[in-house]
């Protein structure tokens, strides 16, 4: 399992926590590509992510939010809360005109 897309999507399906924090999801998938960093300092591999052969936090950041456009089962608690609200505001400024 090389593939980002599906290390990620097997993260945000194991791991539900991950859904609502990057930083989970980045620490799950160094994890997975590099079980052998895990012990380094958080300095340390973010100024050497490439070395170590990990994609960049932007990319894992992105690709969790692909995954969770194209699988909404896999979003998580604060984007079901931020929709709620949304639809909330809908409601109540439609009233109004």
Partial sequence: MNDLSDIVKK????????????FKVIGWVVKAMRPDIM?????????????FGLPSF??????R??????H????????LKRMEKQTEFIEKFSEVS
């Fill in 72 to 79: 909404p089962e896999l979003r998580g608690e604060l984007y």
């Fill in 58 to 63: 932007e990319t894992i950041r992105r690709t």
């Fill in 11 to 22: 993260i945000l399906t194991e791991h539900k926590e991950a859904r609502d924090d990057d």
């Fill in 39 to 51: 012990g380094y300092s958080f300095g340390s591999v973010l100024w050497n992510h490439a070395a």
């Fill in 65 to 70: 939010q692909k995954i969770q456009h194209d």
